[in-house]
T-cell receptor, first 114, second 111 residues
Framework: ETGVTQSPTHLIKTRGQQVTLRCSSQSGHNTVSWYQQALGQGPQFIFQYYREEENGRGNFPPRFSGLQFPNYSSELNVNALELDDSALYLC?????????????FGPGTRLTVL | QKEVEQDPGPLSVPEGAIVSLNCTYSNSAFQYFMWYRQYSRKGPELLMYTYSSGNKEDGRFTAQVDKSSKYISLFIRDSQPSDSATYLCGLSNFGNEKLTFGTGTRLTIIP
């Protein structure tokens, strides 16, 4: 167990709706990243937050937005859902492994858009 | 061309065999090389972590990085049925920055 938790586990939405996914980082980790993993693919980087500020963004449209709170928990919001948004959404918090920082993943939220 | 290429498999080997999993990459700025294991419907679990070139061993697992060839490998010795999972390589410029993943290789160890 990494100590990173995500909610909900599963979610079903329809096209055009909006969704909010939540993540609690491992204690002491002040950096959180979000990834989208489509079926049969590797995770794709959406964005990263460091101390409540966006700190890098991947190739995702503005309808993907996020927040990080003072306790370092985080939200991913997706507006105007499309069928292609169906995927496993992963949250990762950054901690130190040996001498270097690395990312520890939560179990993910599986989103289905109908 | 994708930044990171990984054969998706599936790969099936008998129990006890040595497994070799590989990724190639095109971005020479990558300095950090990770291997994650992902069981079905779970999040990726960090297995091995290597900085720059060289080898790293942890129990039955060995990670190798050849930056001159832009080629990384994960070897699993004495493979077990519990090793059956999807293995993802993840690369980054800095350890706390975004990871660029391969597609993952689905591995099955046959008892």
């Amino acid at each position: 167990e990494t100590g990173v938790t995500q909610s909900p586990t599963h979610l079903i939405k329809t096209r055009g709706q909006q969704v909010t996914l939540r993540c609690s980082s491992q204690s002491g980790h002040n950096t959180v990243s979000w990834y989208q993993q489509a079926l049969g693919q590797g995770p794709q980087f959406i964005f990263q937050y460091y101390r409540e500020e966006e700190n890098g963004r991947g190739n995702f449209p503005p309808r993907f937005s996020g927040l990080q709170f003072p306790n370092y928990s985080s939200e991913l919001n997706v507006n105007a859902l499309e069928l292609d948004d169906s995927a496993l959404y992963l949250c990762a918090s950054t901690g130190t492994s040996g001498s270097y920082d690395t990312q520890y993943f939560g179990p993910g939220t599986r989103l289905t858009v109908l | 061309q994708k930044e990171v290429e990984q054969d998706p498999g599936p790969l099936s080997v008998p129990e006890g065999a040595i497994v070799s999993l590989n990724c190639t990459y095109s971005n020479s700025a990558f300095q950090y090389f990770m291997w994650y294991r992902q069981y079905s419907r779970k999040g990726p679990e960090l297995l091995m972590y290597t900085y720059s070139s060289g080898n790293k061993e942890d129990g039955r697992f060995t990670a190798q990085v050849d930056k001159s060839s832009k080629y990384i490998s994960l070897f699993i010795r004495d493979s077990q049925p519990s090793d059956s999972a999807t293995y993802l390589c993840g690369l980054s410029n800095f350890g706390n920055e975004k990871l660029t993943f391969g597609t993952g290789t689905r591995l099955t160890i046959i008892p």
